[in-house]
């Protein structure tokens, strides 16, 4: 079966300090890959999805980048973080279009 | 621009009051409509894909349901371990990748 890992779970940071989120998929070869950002309340913003190694696409501008340097695994980055950058970080994978997304645990980012 | 809205924001039942969850969607072609549940700090745990107006779907307590403009998650007879935030999420067809979420349904059964 297949599992999906995202670390840390939770993760404190102070403003203008970089950023390193990882997310590894196991049990299945060549996902589609995804990063979102949930706000309390509201509905989760896609913020890059990569379809194989080294292709990323991204959904919205911002402080944030990713990459893909293995097949199954998903790199969330920043270089200075900001205020605005603290939320609930979800990667996700899926199999492809039509197929429903598969969500990792989570890792809630505070900024000081 | 692709559109999903759901409610009521917030519904608290008692245990074994039946009732029903509304995703209203607008978007240029649907290529799927998924249903997730989330339990609080973790990730979404998926549920149903519905593809087809008339679909439905059906998993222990839980039935969703599909029409051309919304879909309902039936809660029959729920228990507090279905207290839960339920989101839906649609995929268009001009779209390849994105799967637009609405804010979620926090549902509470009280025992």
């Known amino acids: 079966s297949q599992t999906i890992h995202q670390w840390p779970a939770t993760l404190v940071q102070p403003v203008g300090s970089p950023l390193s989120l990882e997310c590894t998929v196991e049990?299945?070869?060549?996902?589609?890959l995804y990063w979102y950002r949930q706000a309390a309340g509201r509905g989760l913003q896609l913020l890059f999805y990569s379809v194989g190694i080294g292709q990323i696409s991204s959904e919205v501008p911002q402080n944030l980048s990713a990459s893909r340097p293995q097949d199954r695994q998903f790199i969330l980055s920043s270089k200075k973080l900001l205020l605005s950058d603290s939320g609930f970080y979800l990667c996700?994978?899926?199999?492809?279009?039509?197929?429903?997304?598969?969500f990792g645990d989570g890792t809630r980012l505070s900024i000081l | 621009e692709d559109q999903v809205t759901q409610s009521p924001e917030a519904l608290r039942l008692q245990e074994g009051e039946s009732s029903s969850l509304n995703c209203s969607y607008t978007?240029?072609?649907?290529?799927?409509l998924f249903w997730y549940r989330q339990d609080p700090g973790k990730g979404p745990e998926f549920l149903f894909t519905l593809y087809s107006a008339g679909e439905e779907k059906e998993k222990e307590r839980l039935k969703a349901t599909l029409t051309k403009k919304e879909s309902f998650l039936h809660i029959t007879a729920p228990k507090p371990e279905d207290s839960a935030t339920y989101l839906c999420?649609?995929?268009?067809?001009?779209?390849?990748?994105?799967?637009?979420f609405g804010a979620g349904t926090r549902l509470t059964v009280k025992p």
């Open positions: 978007v240029s072609g649907l290529r799927g």
């Open positions: 049990g299945t070869s060549n996902p589609n």
């Open positions: 996700a994978w899926s199999r492809g279009r039509r197929q429903p997304q598969h």
């Open positions: 999420a649609v995929q268009a067809e001009d779209n390849n990748n994105d799967m637009r």
